[in-house]
């Protein structure tokens, strides 16, 4: 079992930074993909970013290619996701998850965290 805690969302202006955290309980968290996925209100659940469980292999949906950054510390248990230039359209619920692949498919991941609402102003 893992349980994901995801930390880091907020309120930011257009063209602003966020980190977001993603603390994983399991101690097994190094055997783990992980990935980030994000819901905005009335859309579907869609793939962000995902990290390999050694963190060299890095995978990045089209819409963020460029401007978000995905990593991942095991000897914390934490992954990380930066964004930069954010975007009015990057306003969503992000969710950190772990599987055995670091897909684009909610159905890859295992375990999900409870989500963190980043907002973008225009």
């Known amino acids: 079992q893992v349980q994901l805690v995801e930390s880091g969302g907020g309120l930011v202006q257009a063209g602003g930074s966020l980190r977001l955290s993603c603390a994983a309980s399991a101690r097994t968290f190094r055997t783990y993909a992980m990935g980030w996925f994000r819901q905005a209100p009335g859309k579907e659940r869609e793939f962000v970013a995902g990290?390999?469980?050694?963190?060299?292999?890095?995978y990045y949906a089209d819409s963020v290619k460029g401007r978000f950054t995905i990593s991942r510390d095991n000897a914390k248990n934490t992954v990380y996701l930066q964004m930069n230039s954010l975007k009015p359209e990057d306003t969503a619920v992000y969710y950190c998850a772990a599987g055995g692949l670091s897909g684009a498919q909610p159905s890859e991941y295992t375990y999900w965290g409870q989500g963190t609402q980043v907002t973008v102003s225009s």
């Open positions: 990290i390999s469980w050694s963190g060299t292999r890095t």
